[in-house]
Structure formats: C-alpha cells, structure tokens
C-alpha cells in the first residue's frame, strides 16, 4: 500500500541555518505530494506541493522537487526563522484516492 | 473563498458522557468531509470520510461515529466518551473527485478535547 517516511524529529535548529526535512514515499502510480505545516494549537495549513515528477513546490522561503528515481519529496528552507517553528508533515495522493497519507509529523524548534 | 470551522474550540468531558462536534464548510457545494484525531505529540489519524449526504465510510473501529445530515455539514459523536478519546479533532475538505485535478485537504482550527 501507500505510504510516506519522514525524518525523525525533534529537530531544533539556530535562527538563518538551513533547514532539510526527509520525505520518502511508496506508492503506486504517480502520486501528487503535499506539504502541510501545524503550528502549535493550530489546524493544519497545506505549505506547497507538486503534482508530477520534477515539480518544485514553493512557499514563504521553503521549496521541495518531487524526485521519482529516488521517490522522495524533501522540505528545504535556505534561512530559517524563530516563527518557523512547527510540526511538518508530508502526504502523498494517489490515482484516484479519495484520502491523504500522511507521514508522523516532524517536530521543528528554531532557537533565536 | 472557502472556509471551514469547527466548534466547539475546547471541551472537558466526564468519562462515559456524549459528544458531539461540528464541523461546517462555507464556500463550496458537496465537498468530501474528512474528521482526523491528533492525539498529544503523534501524527494524524483519519477517522472518517464522506463524499456525500449520509455516505460515511470508517477507517477505524471505535466508539465514535460520524454523520452527514447536510451537504456542508459533518458531525462527529459518541455516546459514552473513553479516556483515551483526548486529543485534537480535525476536520478537513477537499474537492470532489469528478471536479478535482489535486488532492489536498484544507483543514478547519480543530477542536481540542479532555476526556477527565
């Protein structure tokens, strides 16, 4: 079946380093990938996305490439920053599915 | 634009008391409905989805149930509450199938619940 591997968390960084998160996926087909953020207390917001391979998904400074050959989808951010504390999660949809698969979240701390 | 909200915010419930939650959509007409539970510092479990009025398909076995009375409108219950009901409630839309070229879900600000 389908499904997505993140990194394990917490990962606590310093304000302006640069930021990776890991995001693998199994999954049949050709799956559009997906990005969401939580911020503490909050729902969560989709942060970007890419629907086919060699798209680059964008938003507020972070940037992910759906990668086929190595079925990845990693989060980058050049320079982060205190309010970019959160917990990340990669999802994958696949075909025709009606439901997201979600991996178990990655805590991020960033430390002023 | 389209919008999700949940109510209520917060709730503190006795063991073996109902529940009810609600979750509505402005903005779009017969999306799919998703309910989510989050519980303390774990990753998503999607609960149950409709892609229609009374259509509701369950993806774990519990004692909660959802229902679907209108087409914006997506309820989550139970008749007795369990202490390891605690956690945080989403709900979520997303387009229907025969009008989507994406997946993604858009989810409401949640409701958090304690099961004392």
């Known amino acids: 079946g389908n499904s997505v591997t993140q990194m394990e968390g917490p990962v606590t960084l310093s304000e302006e380093a640069f930021l990776t998160i890991n995001c693998t996926y199994t999954a049949t087909g050709y799956p559009s990938l997906f990005w969401y953020v939580q911020y503490p207390g909050e729902g969560l917001q989709l942060l970007l996305k890419a629907t086919k391979a060699d798209d680059k998904g964008s938003n507020k400074g972070f940037e992910a490439t759906y990668r086929k050959e190595t079925t990845s989808f990693h989060l980058e951010k050049g320079s982060v920053q205190v309010s970019d504390s959160a917990v990340y999660f990669c999802a994958l949809a696949s075909g025709g599915a009606q439901k997201l698969v979600f991996g178990q979240g990655t805590r991020l701390t960033i430390n002023p | 634009s389209q919008t999700i909200h949940q109510w209520p915010a917060t709730l503190v419930q006795p063991v073996g008391s109902p529940l009810s939650l609600e979750c509505t959509v402005e903005?779009?007409?017969?999306?799919?409905l998703y309910w989510y539970r989050q519980a303390a510092g774990r990753g998503l479990q999607l609960l149950f989805y409709s892609v229609g009025i009374g259509q509701i398909s369950s993806e774990v076995p519990q004692n909660l149930s959802a229902s679907r009375p209108q087409d914006r409108q997506f309820i989550l219950s139970s008749k007795k509450l369990l202490l390891s009901d605690s956690g945080f409630y989403l709900c979520?839309?997303?387009?229907?199938?025969?009008?989507?070229?994406?997946?993604?879900?858009?989810f409401g600000p949640g409701t958090r619940l304690t099961v004392t």
């Open positions: 903005g779009t007409s017969n999306p799919n």
């Open positions: 979520a839309w997303s387009v229907p199938r025969k009008f989507r070229f994406s997946y993604e879900q858009y």
